[in-house]
Every structure is written in C-alpha cells, then in structure tokens.
C-alpha cells in the first residue's frame, strides 16, 4: 500500500504519518527527514540541499526524485510517503515509477489547517536531535520542559527553518509549488481525502482512519 501524505507546513503530516504507519504496518518516509540525515552525515546530498532547505525552498526536483523513488522501491511499496511529492513534476515522476512496477497509489490525505495554526505549530515545534521526537511548547509537551522523554536528559532543539522568517518562506514556498499538487491528483481522476486538521491529534488521526479504512475496504 502507497499513501502520500500532503499538507503544508507543520499541518502535522510527520505526527500523523507516525500514528499510520503503526496501523497499516508501512514504513515511514519522510523526504525532510532523510534530507536532514544526509546533512549529518555530510553526504554529498545533503551539501547540495543543505543551502535549500536553509531559506525555505525547495530542494531541486530531480535530486528529491531520484532519492525518494529509491526510498519507496526499498521499502517494497509499502509506505507512506510525508513531504514528497511537493511538485507537480514530482507528482506525475512518482506515478509513472509506481506504474512501472504495476502499482499505484492507495490513498492521498490532504491535512487542510490555517495559516495561523500552521505558523503556530511550526514555530512551537521541537525535537530531540537524537530519537527525532517530536513535541510542541503548547499543544504536545515533554513530560519535562525542554527534554526529550524517551533520551531523558537529551535538551530539545528548534528546527534551523522552523524560526518564523523562514516559516513565512516556506509557506509561500508551499502555495507557489505544493498546492498545485492536489489539483494535479483531481485532475487525473486520483481521489484526494481532505482531512480538517485544525483539531486535536486524536480527532485528526481518527478522521484519517475511517477514510483509509472506507476506502481500502470499500464501504
Ligand atoms: P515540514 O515537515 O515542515 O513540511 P520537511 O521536514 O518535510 O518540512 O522539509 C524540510 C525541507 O526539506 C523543505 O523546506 C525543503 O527544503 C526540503 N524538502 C523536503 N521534501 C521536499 C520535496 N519533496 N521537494 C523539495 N524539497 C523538499
Ligand atoms: P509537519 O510534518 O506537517 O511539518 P508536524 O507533524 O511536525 O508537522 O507537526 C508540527 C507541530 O505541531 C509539532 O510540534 C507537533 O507536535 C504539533 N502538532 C501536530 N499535529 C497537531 C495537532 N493536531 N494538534 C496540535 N498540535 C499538533
């Protein structure tokens, strides 16, 4: 099973896609966290993407292409895949590779959120640089302030792009080149599950599971 992930930044596609993957038993691919990888690890890769990320743009198409197509193939098809596509052109590069393995994608959950919630959830994000938790200063608290609970005495840092300058990059990064991406699914006749994402992870979660459940089984 293929499910893309889509939604602006800081929708909560990682957190969900996290919640997912324990039902469905796929693996998680998150194309900004392998970028993030490939940066501490100093791969040639990651050098290239490194100045991208930093402003808020996106790493170019074949570059990301070349590496998630990998990705998928490695985990057999069954994944989901959080962050990518981000373009058109990525988009339609994905269904062409599934197609020539005889595969398409299963489903394609769209988080919808505010420009308010999304900016409020991106500036409070903080992870643990040694387990890749995430927390929020408000909405998903460390059982203590500013600590990772499963690396316990590991401090929580802030993204470098999560500071609100280049959130506000990011996001008209996301308008200018990932919204066009649901309209390219409608348009090839690919089902996209919007989902309201403007509640509490349970409520979110749920909505998600009774739309993939629906649509897997048919009822
Ligand atoms: P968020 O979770 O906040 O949406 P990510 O962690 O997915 O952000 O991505 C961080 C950065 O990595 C992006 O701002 C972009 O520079 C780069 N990136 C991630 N995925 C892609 C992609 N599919 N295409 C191009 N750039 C990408
Ligand atoms: P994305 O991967 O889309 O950039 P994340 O999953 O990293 O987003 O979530 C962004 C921030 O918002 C994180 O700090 C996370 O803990 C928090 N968060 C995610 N979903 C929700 C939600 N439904 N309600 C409250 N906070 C959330």
New binding site residues.
């Given amino acids: 099973m293929v499910i893309v992930m889509l939604?602006?930044?800081?929708?909560g596609?990682?957190t969900h896609c996290k919640r997912i993957v324990e039902k469905y038993q796929l693996v998680h691919l998150?194309?900004?966290?392998i970028?993030?990888n490939e940066r501490a690890g100093g791969t040639e890769l990651g050098k290239k993407?490194r100045q991208?990320?930093d402003s808020?743009?996106?790493?170019?198409?074949q570059i990301?292409i070349e590496m998630?197509v990998g990705a998928i193939a490695a985990a057999g098809g069954n994944c989901v895949s959080?962050?990518?596509?981000?373009?058109v052109v990525?988009a339609a590069e994905l269904d062409k590779e599934l197609a020539k393995e005889g595969k398409k994608i299963d489903a394609v959950v769209n988080l919808v959120v505010s420009d308010d919630v999304a900016e409020r959830r991106?500036t409070g994000r903080r992870s643990c640089p040694v387990c890749g938790a995430v927390y929020h200063i408000d909405t998903m608290k460390p059982k203590i302030e500013g600590y990772c609970d499963k690396c316990k005495d590991q401090k929580l840092v802030q993204?470098p792009?999560?500071r609100p300058d280049v959130v506000k990059i990011?996001l008209k990064?996301y308008y200018e080149q990932t919204a066009a991406v649901v309209g390219y699914y409608t348009n090839s006749g690919q089902e996209v599950l919007d989902i309201n994402a403007d509640k509490t992870v349970d409520d979110v979660i749920g909505l998600i599971f009774k739309k993939i459940d629906s649509l897997v089984t048919g009822k």
């Avoid at 808020?56 to 198409?61: A, I, R």
């Avoid at 959080?82 to 373009?87: A, L, N």
């Fill in positions: 939604g602006p930044p800081g929708a596609k990682g998150s194309s900004g966290d970028l993030r993407a991208y990320m808020g743009k996106l790493v170019p198409d990301i998630m959080d962050g990518f596509p981000r373009t990525q991106i993204r792009d999560d990011r990064t």
